[in-house]
């Protein structure tokens, strides 16, 4: 998810302190803000987001629809406090307040990290799993994104042990890749977007699929992103015989890495968890300090690995001309965000 701490200029900092809005903080922010997120439609200077949690728990917010072009540079700036100073400040409504904050912005270079499994049939196809490596400022980042690594370095680690025990490779090749700066707007998924399909360095993936956050319950299914694929993953399922399901968002969604495919009309998947954060009080760590390595539930961990090192393998044997064709184009893709701009459901 986004990080945007240290992106505001000073001077709109200052005029955070004039508080055009407070908004309660029950209401998951990002849903709030979607109306807000056309600059068009801007009409406060800042947002300040009372967070919903107690004990002085914080995260960082944004207000903006990171599936909006120009995405890398949000409209409205935003702060967040805590439910404690909210409760403070909703004594005191209509009151002007100042609030005094610290900003840093720096630059680094960062980089994705792209290992292969080569298939042996088809060996110029392939399939991507990815998660991103990067968290946010102040947050060891355990479930976002710790679970999504772990996850990704195992599946790897287990198809590989496949190969050498069973002498066997996978009809494609599958890539790995661990996603840089993911919580600075998507960059490194972008970036390894670009620079192997946009302008056909290689033949598009036939699907990429995305781990993030994934100590947020045991494995559902995958989510997709375009409908075209879900009667195949469903067979795929089907065989695996652990109930797991396909769906297809209703929406695009913008929320993590798989967004990155999705704006080239590339096919790609989230995995789909019993919990979602804010449904679920044990899932609602990340992007904040108390995201520690002891939130990460290992045995969850365990069956996401088993269930998508078994969906690979069979994903990857499926001919060439079983796979549903994908006609999506980047142009098409605009068109539905386009129709969807302001009509958001839901992030993740
Ligand atoms: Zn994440």
Redesign the pocket.
């Given at each position: 998810?986004l990080f945007v701490w240290g992106r505001w200029r000073y001077d709109l900092v200052a005029i955070t302190a004039l508080l055009a809005v407070v908004l309660t903080g029950l209401v998951p922010a990002k849903e709030v803000f979607f109306g807000f997120a056309h600059p068009a439609v801007v009409t406060v200077a800042a947002v300040l987001v009372i967070d919903a949690k107690d004990g002085g728990r914080m995260e960082y917010r944004w207000g903006h629809d990171m599936r909006e072009d120009g995405f890398r540079d949000p409209p409205l700036p935003t702060v967040t406090i805590s439910r404690e100073h909210g409760a403070l400040l909703r004594k005191r409504v209509g009151a002007t307040i100042e609030i005094a904050i610290d900003t840093q912005f720096s630059e680094a270079p960062t980089a994705n990290v792209v290992a292969e499994l080569a298939g042996d049939l088809w060996p110029h196809e392939h399939l991507v799993i990815g998660a991103?490596h990067d968290t946010v400022f102040g947050s060891p980042g355990g479930n976002?994104?710790g679970s999504?690594v772990i996850a990704l370095i195992e599946t790897a680690r287990i198809l590989n042990e496949w190969c050498g025990a069973t002498g066997q490779a996978p009809g494609r090749t599958i890539r790995f890749v661990s996603f840089s700066a993911?919580?600075q707007s998507l960059q490194g998924s972008a970036a390894y977007v670009e620079d192997n399909y946009a302008a056909g360095q290689m033949p598009e993936p036939r699907l990429a699929i995305n781990l993030?956050?994934l100590s947020a319950g045991f494995i559902k299914g995958l989510v997709l992103g375009f409908p075209h694929l879900r009667g195949l993953i469903q067979q795929q399922f089907d065989t695996m015989g652990d109930g797991l399901v396909c769906h297809v968002m209703p929406q695009l969604d913008g929320g993590?890495d798989h967004f990155s495919f999705f704006r080239a009309g590339i096919d790609a998947a989230h995995v789909w968890r019993w919990r979602f954060h804010a449904s679920n009080p044990d899932a609602l760590f990340?992007h904040e300090a108390a995201d520690t390595a002891d939130k990460i539930n290992v045995r969850e961990l365990k069956e996401h690995v088993g269930c998508l090192a078994r969906l690979l393998l069979r994903l990857a044997d499926v001919p060439p001309d079983r796979w549903p064709r994908n006609d999506i184009t980047a142009a098409d893709v605009g068109r539905q965000l386009e129709r969807e701009r302001a009509g958001v459901a839901r992030s993740r």
């Open positions: 998810m991103h976002d994104n999504g993911e919580e993030d956050e993590s990340h």
